[in-house]
C-alpha cells in the first residue's frame, strides 16, 4: 500500500509571509477559469449576443463573493447548524476551515441572478456560459484537499494497488484507504469538464449546458461519497439508507438538472408564436 507524502500546507515561505498550498489551488482555479471563460465568449454563440472580456471579469468577481459567502454559510447551516447557532462569531473564522461546496453552488446561483439582472441578460444564458468553466476548478479545490491531506477515503481493501495510508487520520494501525480526493478530482472534476466542454462547443437550448451540469456534478459525488470517509459528527449509522450528508445534498442536483433539461429542450422545441 502507498502512504501520503504529507506534503508541506505551505508551498513558499517568505519571512512573515507563507503561501499555502491550498491557496495556490484557489488561484490556479480562478486562473483557469478566466482562461476557459475568455475562450467561451469568443465562440460564435456567445460573441454574437455581445459577450465579451470585461464581462469574464466582472462575472468572475461575483462569482468568488458567491463561492466564499455562499460555501462558508453553507458550511455552517448544512453541516454544523446547532455549533454554530450557539457560536455566531465562529461562522466567521474561515481560517478554521470549513466550506461546503453546494452552498458555494448556492452562492453561485445567487451572484450569477444578480449579475443577470444588472446586465439585463438572462439567468440561464450566465449558467450556461460558465458552467463548462467550473469543472476544472473543482479539480484545482481536490488536489488543494490531497496536498493536504484531509477529506481522506474509507478503508479499502489492503491489496488495491492505490490504497493509501493517511497518518492524518490518527487510525491505530496503518489503515489503507481510498484516496477519494483523486476519485473526485477525476470524477467532478476532468470526466465533468470533458462532458461539458465537449456538449457545449454547439449552440445549444438555454438550459441544458447548465442542466447537464448540476446532473454530471450530483452524479459524480453521489458516487465517490460512497469512498470518501464521512465527518465525524456526521456518521452514518442511524442515517436512513446510510447516505452521507453529501449524498442527500446532491440528489436534489440530479433531480433538478434531469428536470431542467427535460424543461429546456421541449421550450425549444415549442412552436413560436
Known amino acids: 500500500m502507498l502512504v501520503h507524502p504529507q506534503f508541506d500546507p ?13 491557496g495556490i489551488t484557489y488561484l490556479l482555479a480562478f486562473g483557469l477559469f478566466l482562461l476557459l471563460a475568455s475562450r467561451r465568449v469568443r465562440m460564435p454563440q456567445h460573441a454574437a449576443v455581445g459577450w465579451t472580456r470585461q464581462d469574464v471579469d466582472d462575472v468572475l468577481f461575483y462569482g468568488v463573493l458567491g463561492v466564499v459567502l455562499g460555501g462558508r454559510l453553507g458550511y ?3 453541516y454544523k447548524p446547532d455549533y454554530y447557532l450557539h457560536n455566531l462569531t465562529e461562522v466567521f473564522a474561515v481560517w478554521k476551515g ?7 453552488l448556492l452562492g453561485v446561483i445567487a451572484a450569477m441572478a444578480i449579475f443577470g439582472r444588472m446586465r439585463r441578460r438572462g439567468f440561464f444564458e450566465v449558467a450556461d456560459l460558465i458552467a463548462p468553466c467550473v469543472p476544472t476548478g473543482l479539480a484545482a479545490g481536490r488536489l488543494g484537499n490531497f496536498i493536504n491531506g484531509e477529506l481522506w477515503g474509507r478503508p479499502a481493501p489492503s491489496d488495491l ?3 493509501m ?3 492524518q487520520a490518527n487510525d491505530p494501525v496503518g489503515v489503507a484507504r481510498h484516496p477519494s480526493q483523486i476519485y473526485q478530482f477525476l470524477g467532478e472534476g476532468v470526466f465533468l469538464f470533458v462532458l461539458l466542454w465537449l456538449f457545449a462547443r454547439k449552440p445549444r437550448a438555454t438550459g441544458q449546458i447548465s442542466a447537464l451540469f448540476l446532473t454530471g456534478y450530483g452524479a459524480q ?6 469512498f470518501r470517509q464521512p465527518d ?13 450528508q453529501g449524498q442527500w ?6 433531480l433538478a438538472g434531469v428536470l431542467m433539461f427535460a424543461w429546456a429542450t421541449r421550450r425549444n422545441q415549442r412552436p413560436a408564436g
Open 165 to 167: 495510508v493517511f497518518p
Open 10 to 22: 505551505i508551498a513558499v515561505k517568505i519571512g512573515p509571509l507563507a503561501i499555502h498550498w491550498y
Open 249 to 254: 445534498l446532491s440528489l436534489p442536483m440530479v
Open 161 to 163: 494497488p492505490w490504497a
Open 98 to 104: 470549513g466550506m461546503s461546496f453546494h452552498g458555494g
Open 76 to 78: 455552517c447551516l448544512f
Open 221 to 226: 459525488r453521489f458516487v465517490t461519497e460512497f
Open 232 to 244: 465525524d459528527f456526521l456518521p452514518l449509522d442511524g442515517r436512513w439508507l446510510h447516505l452521507s
